[in-house]
């Protein structure tokens, strides 16, 4: 296990370096100058010149790229060409909306979804679970933004029980408000995560039903029940456990739809700002601690499979898909 | 009998809206530019569903919306399948440190969401439908490339391909007699799925103005828009929501009618 745990953590190590390397690359690859964003229309060349000195974009590639990793090895990401800002401590507190948003969105979904999704399979043959399986077919065809306006109209502007859009100026200070901008993004989020989820779910557990295994035990005299909790649930559990970790990891990110929807001022709008205004350190520093958060949520997700099914120890890297 | 009635009903949702396209090549209501009506006017009279904020008749931007969406959709699979398929028949074909790259690449890759590649692409080229379709189309070529490269793998540990390639026939013969044939059922499938994934994404970078520029009608921007005004006028809010539902519905029915018909594996599941 230790073993496995030093080869599977340079494993880590190595995707973030490469990834960072990428990038970097292809960040560099935008079309316009950095230094456009730090100097008016029409400034003269030498002003330009001046701009790009002071941030550095006048060096070599090479140069840059190793200013930027050293940077990032004692915890610094830059600061910001536009606001002149750090863009650590930004980060920091966009995370503060979007970890809450996306942890209680994914939780959320799991809870519908898991269910849903096994009596969707294992009820097929009735009315309520092809109506399950139905639903969920019309949940992946839903826009997200879309479903999030409706709900707006519905409970926010119609109702009147929560608000439509924003967060608190002063965040978490009064949780209770917090709490409640964020009740209509986590159920958008969760509710088309769920679609897709369900699906996989019912997938698995198909799987599982049809299994050899399973019939075995119910010939044995085991109950259902018994049968599913002993051999059903840890192998259908397998597959949609590297399904978790790929959407949770995409929702992160995945967010920034939604997050427009409602006016949060959370990771997603952060780096859609950066890109609009070529911000460089900004876009590079979210995408960074977003990388590192993918990748560690891939780590987490294989060590889960692995304790669970003794069948992946032989592999490096379990995913099931 | 229910295998072909899911693949049924969705050719039916996505030919009406290809329809629609169609039909909106050669004639439709108003012109798309025509500002001449009444301000957020509700359904009937002389605009069937009543118009904009901007006077525009909103049965035209339908209209013309739907001819986005299916390009984005269409535009972005071609794309995708084009890189795709191609990257990952020479990884799997490569196989050593070139296949180990190709693949740690493509894991790296897909673990970003395709909205958020697509945004990058989009926000270094301009904002124009063909940068939304090149991004998308990118975006989704990795997971193509993933899938294409674990069948074929799958398809040269077979055993008669090693009787095949003994008996002298050539790699790209063996590719075209042996590995495509074996592996597009899935791919086809999976396509599809990409199809409805291409046509949301266009419209989430639309609605994040990312999308095709003013005055190009495309759904995504139509509900920004609508956004609002969605309590004073609300056929310019749902209209183009639900028309993005039944066409991802459609394709994605089609996807499921495909899987079932083509894998008689899974045929008894979904026949119950």
Same mark, same amino acid.
């Given at each position: 296990?230790?073993?496995y745990?030093l080869r599977?953590?340079?494993?880590l190590v190595?995707?973030?370096?490469?990834?960072s390397i990428?990038?970097f690359?292809?960040?560099?690859?935008?079309?316009?100058?950095?230094a456009?964003a730090?100097?008016?229309?029409?400034?003269?060349?030498e002003?330009i010149?001046?701009?790009?000195?002071?941030?550095?974009s006048?060096r070599p590639?090479p140069?840059?790229?190793?200013h930027?990793?050293?940077?990032l090895?004692?915890?610094?990401l830059?600061t910001s060409f536009?606001?002149?800002?750090?863009?650590g401590?930004?980060v920091?507190?966009?995370?503060?909306?979007?970890?809450p948003?996306?942890?209680?969105?994914f939780?959320?979904a799991v809870?519908?979804?898991?269910?849903?999704g096994?009596?969707?399979?294992?009820?097929?043959?009735?009315?309520?679970g092809?109506?399950?399986?139905?639903?969920?077919?019309l949940?992946i065809?839903?826009?997200v933004?879309w479903l999030?306006?409706?709900?707006?109209v519905?409970f926010?502007?119609?109702?009147g029980?929560?608000?439509?859009?924003?967060?608190?100026?002063?965040?978490?200070s009064?949780p209770a408000?917090?709490?409640?901008s964020l009740?209509?993004?986590v159920v958008?989020?969760?509710?088309v995560?769920?679609?897709?989820?369900?699906r996989y779910?019912r997938?698995?557990?198909?799987?599982?039903l049809?299994?050899?295994y399973?019939?075995?035990s119910?010939a044995?005299g085991s109950s259902?029940?018994?049968?599913m909790w002993?051999h059903?649930?840890?192998?259908?559990s397998?597959?949609?456990?590297?399904?978790?970790?790929?959407e949770?990891?995409s929702t992160l990110?995945g967010?920034?739809v939604?997050e427009?929807?409602?006016a949060?001022?959370?990771?997603?709008?952060?780096?859609a700002?950066?890109?609009?205004q070529?911000?460089?350190p900004?876009i590079?520093g979210?995408?960074?601690?977003?990388?590192?958060?993918?990748?560690?949520?891939g780590?987490?997700a294989?060590l889960?499979q692995r304790?669970i099914?003794?069948?992946?120890?032989g592999r490096?890297s379990?995913g099931?898909? | 009998m229910?295998?072909?009635?899911?693949?049924?009903?969705?050719?039916?949702?996505?030919g009406l809206?290809?329809?629609v396209?169609?039909v909106?090549?050669?004639?439709?209501?108003?012109?798309?530019?025509? *500002?001449?009506g009444?301000?957020?006017?509700g359904?009937?009279?002389?605009?069937l569903l009543?118009?904009?904020?901007l006077?525009?008749?909103?049965?035209t931007?339908?209209?013309?919306?739907?001819?986005?969406?299916?390009?984005?959709?269409?535009g972005?699979?071609?794309?995708a399948?084009?890189?795709?398929?191609?990257l990952g028949?020479?990884?799997?074909?490569?196989?050593?440190?070139f296949?180990? *790259?190709?693949?740690?690449?493509?894991?790296?890759?897909i673990a970003?969401?395709?909205?958020?590649l697509?945004?990058?692409?989009?926000s270094?080229?301009?904002? *124009?439908?063909?940068?939304?379709?090149?991004?998308i189309?990118l975006a989704?070529s990795?997971?193509?490339a993933?899938?294409t490269?674990?069948?074929?793998?799958?398809?040269?540990a077979?055993?008669y391909i090693?009787?095949?390639?003994?008996?002298?026939?050539s790699?790209?013969?063996?590719?075209?007699?042996h590995?495509l044939?074996?592996?597009?059922?899935?791919l086809?499938?999976?396509l599809?799925?990409?199809?409805?994934?291409?046509?949301l994404?266009?419209?989430?970078?639309?609605?994040?103005?990312?999308?095709?520029?003013?005055?190009?009608a495309?759904?995504?921007?139509?509900?920004?828009?609508a956004?609002?005004?969605f309590?004073?006028?609300p056929?310019?809010?749902?209209?183009?929501g639900?028309?993005?539902?039944?066409?991802?519905?459609?394709?994605?029915?089609v996807?499921?009618?495909?899987?079932?018909?083509?894998?008689?594996a899974?045929?008894?599941r979904t *026949?119950?």
């Amino acid at each position: 296990m230790t073993g496995y745990l030093l080869r599977r953590l340079a494993f880590l190590v190595v995707s973030l370096v490469l990834a960072s390397i990428v990038l970097f690359v292809l960040l560099r690859m935008l079309p316009g100058d950095p230094a456009n964003a730090l100097t008016s229309v029409g400034a003269s060349p030498e002003q330009i010149a001046a701009a790009r000195h002071s941030i550095g974009s006048d060096r070599p590639l090479p140069e840059q790229f190793t200013h930027w990793i050293g940077q990032l090895a004692t915890g610094d990401l830059g600061t910001s060409f536009v606001s002149s800002l750090p863009v650590g401590p930004e980060v920091v507190q966009r995370l503060s909306v979007t970890v809450p948003l996306t942890l209680s969105a994914f939780v959320l979904a799991v809870l519908i979804a898991v269910p849903a999704g096994f009596v969707a399979a294992h009820k097929r043959r009735t009315w309520y679970g092809a109506l399950l399986s139905g639903v969920s077919q019309l949940g992946i065809a839903v826009p997200v933004f879309w479903l999030g306006m409706i709900l707006v109209v519905v409970f926010a502007l119609n109702a009147g029980w929560l608000p439509s859009g924003g967060f608190p100026q002063d965040g978490w200070s009064d949780p209770a408000q917090a709490i409640r901008s964020l009740v209509l993004p986590v159920v958008t989020i969760a509710l088309v995560m769920s679609a897709s989820l369900i699906r996989y779910v019912r997938s698995a557990t198909l799987d599982v039903l049809d299994s050899d295994y399973l019939r075995t035990s119910r010939a044995l005299g085991s109950s259902f029940g018994q049968a599913m909790w002993r051999h059903g649930l840890r192998n259908a559990s397998v597959p949609v456990i590297s399904i978790l970790g790929i959407e949770l990891a995409s929702t992160l990110l995945g967010a920034v739809v939604v997050e427009s929807v409602f006016a949060l001022p959370g990771l997603g709008s952060l780096l859609a700002t950066g890109i609009a205004q070529h911000d460089y350190p900004v876009i590079q520093g979210v995408l960074f601690v977003s990388t590192l958060a993918v990748l560690l949520i891939g780590f987490a997700a294989d060590l889960v499979q692995r304790a669970i099914d003794p069948r992946l120890r032989g592999r490096l890297s379990g995913g099931a898909r | 009998m229910k295998r072909s009635a899911t693949l049924w009903t969705g050719c039916v949702l996505a030919g009406l809206i290809a329809l629609v396209a169609l039909v909106s090549l050669f004639w439709l209501p108003y012109d798309a530019s025509d *500002t001449s009506g009444t301000r957020l006017a509700g359904p009937g009279g002389s605009h069937l569903l009543g118009t904009d904020k901007l006077g525009r008749d909103l049965l035209t931007q339908l209209m013309t919306g739907s001819r986005i969406a299916l390009a984005a959709g269409l535009g972005s699979v071609a794309i995708a399948a084009l890189v795709g398929i191609t990257l990952g028949l020479v990884a799997a074909f490569a196989q050593g440190w070139f296949d180990d *790259t190709v693949s740690a690449f493509l894991d790296i890759l897909i673990a970003f969401p395709t909205l958020l590649l697509a945004m990058l692409i989009v926000s270094a080229r301009s904002a *124009t439908l063909t940068s939304a379709i090149i991004a998308i189309g990118l975006a989704q070529s990795a997971i193509v490339a993933r899938l294409t490269r674990i069948l074929v793998k799958r398809v040269l540990a077979q055993d008669y391909i090693t009787a095949s390639r003994t008996s002298g026939t050539s790699w790209p013969r063996i590719v075209g007699a042996h590995v495509l044939p074996n592996i597009w059922p899935t791919l086809a499938v999976n396509l599809a799925l990409q199809f409805g994934l291409a046509v949301l994404a266009e419209a989430s970078l639309s609605y994040l103005g990312l999308g095709a520029p003013p005055p190009n009608a495309s759904w995504g921007r139509m509900l920004q828009e609508a956004q609002a005004t969605f309590t004073t006028a609300p056929a310019g809010a749902l209209a183009p929501g639900i028309l993005l539902v039944l066409l991802v519905i459609g394709v994605n029915l089609v996807a499921d009618g495909l899987r079932d018909t083509l894998d008689p594996a899974r045929r008894r599941r979904t *026949t119950a």
